[in-house]
């Protein structure tokens, strides 16, 4: 119940954050106009994509202004205008506070998800009461209560992050095709909601090569065996 944790004033509570508006209103205009119709401006576009799809069944009218010729700042306020409006037309189609909601319980099961990744992933490391404490360290953090209830781009990333990272743990164990292909697409939905995610690839490349490093030192050791085997034959000769 960690996640409930609400602040006392409710317009706190109800209120969208600066970044949730732009951020519901670009996905929304993904879903009707298609990616290229959209400049993604700051990051990719996974992340508004799964925000505004809870709000189909809704069929809120997309928003009208002109992404391409808009630039980031006049992008956001039109985005704020969209959302109070709701659905872009002023005929107030759906609540302001359903949308939210909507869009905020996407938030909130990739938090759930993080959870249940580090609980999985610190219980088969050193036991099953480490696995309770990396899930109550998780859930009380102030930046997941603040973030697993926000409609914005963080929550998104950290799930694909940590499932990614987890899933490639995994291979580096026991190699294997469903593994590899399991991180290998959530290393692209990582890299398909922030620009962040880029550190990913250094990550995995340098964790497989401490996997790997004593074949790699044996490999290496074989190889200058027969370099010198071969420069001693050369001499022999």
């Known amino acids: 119940r960690a996640f409930e944790l609400v602040p006392d004033d409710p317009k706190a509570r109800k209120a969208p954050a600066p970044d949730e508006a732009f951020t519901i209103a670009q996905g929304a205009a993904y879903w009707h106009a298609g990616l290229g119709a959209v400049p993604p401006f700051v990051n990719p576009p996974l992340a508004p994509l799964l925000m505004a799809l809870p709000l189909l069944p809704l069929r809120l009218t997309p928003p009208a202004f002109d992404w391409t010729a808009a630039n980031p700042w006049e992008a956001f306020r039109s985005a704020r205008d969209y959302l109070y409006q709701v659905g872009g037309d002023g005929r107030g189609q759906a609540p302001p506070l359903r949308v939210m909601r909507r869009s905020r319980a996407v938030a909130l099961v990739a938090g759930l998800l993080t959870g249940f990744v580090l609980?999985?992933?610190?219980?088969?490391?050193?036991?099953?009461?480490?696995?309770?404490?990396?899930?109550?360290?998780?859930?009380?953090?102030?930046?997941?209560?603040?973030?697993?209830?926000?409609?914005?781009?963080?929550?998104?990333?950290?799930?694909?992050?940590?499932?990614?990272?987890?899933?490639?743990?995994?291979?580096?164990?026991?190699?294997?095709?469903?593994?590899?292909?399991?991180?290998?697409?959530?290393?692209?939905?990582?890299?398909?909601?922030?620009l962040t995610a880029d550190i990913l690839l250094p990550a995995f490349v340098a964790a497989w090569l401490w996997a790997r490093r004593g074949h790699l030192l044996n490999a290496a050791a074989a190889e200058w065996r027969a370099l010198l085997d071969l420069e001693n034959a050369v001499t022999f000769l």
Request: hydrophobic share 65%; net charge positive; with cysteine.
């Open 119 to 194: 609980w999985r992933w610190a219980g088969a490391l050193w036991g099953a009461r480490a696995g309770l404490v990396a899930l109550a360290l998780w859930a009380f953090c102030p930046t997941t209560i603040a973030y697993s209830g926000l409609a914005t781009t963080d929550m998104i990333l950290t799930a694909f992050f940590v499932t990614a990272a987890f899933f490639w743990w995994r291979f580096l164990l026991a190699p294997s095709i469903p593994r590899a292909i399991a991180a290998g697409v959530l290393l692209g939905c990582a890299l398909g909601t922030k």
